[in-house]
């Protein structure tokens, strides 16, 4: 997981702003956390906070057994599992910067140094794809505020911009004990446990800007039978007419992923594009309730005074923590060249 780049890292610097040129899209990650809250957690509590390194080693064991691992080397409490994600990402950075000439930024909320960035001018001046991956917890209280919802409903006001909203899952979002644990029997990742709530940030960006979605549940993908390769989407490529899923049968595998929720329909607007078949040999509320599939990717066409696109996907199609296939980066490729 790390990079090939020949040069340098830089760490706790302003970020360089990107010229604009046409036909080559500049991008930027926004991670709603803060990083701070999140990695100060209690790792005696049970619920809603990410795994400790300690924790992660245990369970993939020997993966993370090599001296680079080692408290010498790299975080070890949950701050170091914050790494994994940000190192998870590189593949997708340097796919996107190969094909855009441009690098990708990558904010955060608040940072490990304490340093708050609400999206705004500074984030979406040289911006042209935004994508807000929702790992923040829903009880660390992360919301937008009414500056940045303007701030980004004016830049959707440009024709040719594009916000990718990744809302994570919504595991044990009951008080029923048991369906806790039957969604978590569901998944089978022993490092996520039986309450894990993410996306408050961008379930608020979703509110303040009309987005009819919720992320719902964590659900674990099916697989081709007698192998563990994940099965092949169900696309809607009448619908496609971005041409994202070119080239695509299948996103990377995840143990719990998120159903987009359409919470009203409007047929003329919003698009599911692909569906995931879910693992029937799990039980979970929402198959006993008759469903087969969830959805994964969700297009809103541009709208009025909106001239960009809205996007919804999981944070993990585009990171190489949980694997990578060749249909994966021919999606990374698609999202660089959209119109």
């Not at 993908?221 to 563990?228: C, E, H, L």
């Amino acid at each position: 997981m790390g990079s090939t780049s020949l040069a340098g890292r830089t760490y706790n610097q302003d970020h360089v702003p990107r010229p604009y040129t046409p036909g080559r899209r500049r991008f930027s990650i926004y991670w709603t956390w803060s990083y701070p809250w999140e990695s100060n957690r209690d790792p005696t509590e049970l619920d809603n906070r990410f795994s400790t390194m300690t924790e992660v080693r245990r369970v993939a064991w020997p993966a993370f057994e090599g001296p680079e691992w080692d408290r010498m080397n790299f975080l070890q409490g949950i701050a170091g599992t914050l790494e994994l994600f940000h190192r998870s990402t590189l593949a997708f950075q340097q796919t996107v910067g190969e094909a855009t000439g441009h690098p990708v930024a990558v904010y955060q909320r608040i940072d490990q140094a304490g340093y708050r960035l609400p999206i705004d001018e500074r984030v979406l001046a040289d911006t042209d794809t935004l994508m807000v991956f929702g790992l923040d917890h829903l009880v660390s209280e992360q919301e937008a505020d009414r500056a940045e919802i303007d701030a980004i409903r004016a830049w959707l006001g440009r024709e040719g911009t594009c916000l990718l909203l990744a809302p994570h899952h919504d595991v044990g979002f009951t008080g029923d004990m048991q369906q806790r644990q039957m969604e978590y029997k569901h998944h089978g990742d022993e490092l996520v446990p039986r309450q894990q709530r993410f996306g408050q940030y961008t379930r608020s960006l979703m509110d303040g800007l009309g987005v009819p979605v919720l992320n719902q549940f964590g659900l674990r993908p099916a697989v081709v039978p007698g192998t563990d390769q994940i099965a092949p989407l169900t696309i809607n490529r009448d619908l496609d007419s971005l041409e994202l899923l070119d080239g695509v049968t299948t996103f990377n595998f995840h143990l719990h992923l998120p159903h987009y929720a359409l919470t009203q329909e409007d047929a003329d607007s919003i698009h599911v594009l692909a569906r995931q078949p879910i693992d029937p040999s799990r039980p979970h509320p929402f198959t006993a309730a008759g469903n087969r599939e969830f959805n994964s990717l969700i297009w809103m066409s541009p709208d009025g005074a909106r001239g960009g696109d809205i996007l919804l996907a999981d944070s993990t199609i585009f990171t190489t923590l949980f694997g990578g296939t060749e249909s994966l980066e021919h999606f990374w490729r698609n999202m660089a060249k959209l119109r």
